[in-house]
């Protein structure tokens, strides 16, 4: 069956997470991805954390469908071997420090010499220019610089880690994702490759839109907790139960809110929807008490079947186990040589036609270095000398 991506050739100098997820989710959509792994004992994921047997299930979870190959990029052989591939590649990804690259005389300008039409993509954590360009960061890090982690919590408390990595996967993955299958577009149309800048602190900046509306309007910083996106409105909360689990209500509009009124037998609450203090937080407090009369169990029950926006909080194991989850296959086992069978996470978007597919298990390090040399003319003779210099 053809994929979407088919015949587009990606080389993923990226490790750890957030490139990493980036091209498998090309990958996924059938993009041939080889990841160029360093001679030291490659992606960083592959030691960080519990082996299953040999390596972690988060660099597993992060590295279907691709190839992998050993490539020091410091010596001059392996430098001109990853110049020879790029001639017939059409992507590179790279994740390194802003001018590391260049150092290895593999950066953008390097590369367009002996391909013009390559599309390369530079994924950072404060971008490629600015006074943090060269700082060492996180995903929390660039939550924080952005404005984003302290909206993050209760009123009156402290940020919370908002333990997903939102920075690393929707404000790096996604955005690279998306500037690489634009530049792949417009290639065709315009005839040229392009140059991708991608810093995941920028990323998660437009997400703060709606958190940022009244300070764009008038000026007043945004507290956490005193937002209808972070929980000042009894209609749009976060309730604890009878037995110490969690409920979530996001009834902003007047039906829903209605509706929960009458669900839990307080009608006369409707027309208090937005009531400013002190009635909201008198409304939250009477609501929040009702709210602990019941189980979760017993509320998801009795409210989940009157379609206003109430669900339990589950955690993963519950998640997982959800009829929804399951209904759309939203995980997949994978079939290792080494590891086993492997649990992980299915691509989510659904194509009627070109369906995305698992068709090969995360690389074994290394794995194909032979078969790509051998593919660009190097005899076996000419690998083990090359394995004798530790260029591979």
Not at 201 to 221: K, R
């Amino acid at each position: 069956m053809a994929m979407l991506l088919q015949g587009i050739r990606v080389l993923d100098l990226s490790r750890l997470l957030p490139g990493p997820f980036c091209t498998m989710t090309l990958a996924d959509m059938g993009a041939e991805v080889l990841k160029i792994e360093d001679t030291q004992g490659g992606d960083y994921m592959r030691t960080m954390g519990k082996p299953v047997v040999k390596e972690t299930m988060e660099f597993l979870m992060h590295n279907r469908n691709k190839k992998s190959m050993r490539l020091n990029l410091k010596t001059n052989e392996g430098r001109a071997i990853f110049l020879q591939l790029v001639k017939d590649y059409d992507v590179i990804l790279e994740s390194f420090r802003p001018g590391v690259v260049d150092q290895l005389g593999v950066g953008y300008q390097d590369v367009r010499e002996v391909n013009p039409n390559i599309i390369y993509c530079s994924l950072s954590g404060y971008g490629q220019n600015g006074p943090y360009r060269t700082m060492a960061g996180h995903d929390t890090n660039y939550l924080s610089i952005a404005g984003v982690l302290d909206s993050i919590g209760v009123r009156n408390g402290p940020p919370v880690m908002p333990g997903i990595t939102i920075a690393d996967i929707a404000g790096g993955s996604m955005w690279a994702i998306i500037g690489i299958l634009a530049a792949l577009i417009g290639r065709k149309t315009i005839g040229r490759g392009e140059y991708i800048d991608v810093a995941m602190m920028d990323g998660v900046m437009p997400f703060l839109g709606l958190y940022a509306g009244d300070y764009f309007t008038d000026g007043e910083v945004p507290k956490r907790g005193e937002t209808v996106t972070t929980g000042v409105d009894a209609c749009c909360h976060i309730y604890a139960t009878k037995d110490g689990r969690y409920v979530s209500l996001a009834a902003a509009e007047p039906k829903f809110w209605k509706g929960f009124c009458q669900g839990i037998g307080r009608p006369e609450l409707a027309p208090l929807q937005y009531s400013p203090d002190p009635k909201r937080a008198e409304i939250i407090e009477e609501v929040s008490a009702i709210m602990k009369t019941k189980t979760q169990a017993e509320w998801t029950e009795l409210l989940m079947p009157l379609d206003i926006c109430f669900t339990p909080v589950k955690n993963l194991q519950e998640a997982l186990a959800d009829p929804q989850v399951q209904a759309r296959n939203l995980t997949l086992d994978v079939e290792h040589p080494v590891e086993g069978t492997i649990r992980t996470f299915a691509f989510p978007v659904k194509f009627t036609e070109n369906p995305a597919q698992l068709y090969s298990p995360p690389p074994l390090y290394g794995e194909h270095t032979m078969k790509v040399l051998k593919g660009i003319g190097y005899s076996e003779e000419q690998i083990k000398e090359l394995e004798k210099q530790k260029v591979i």
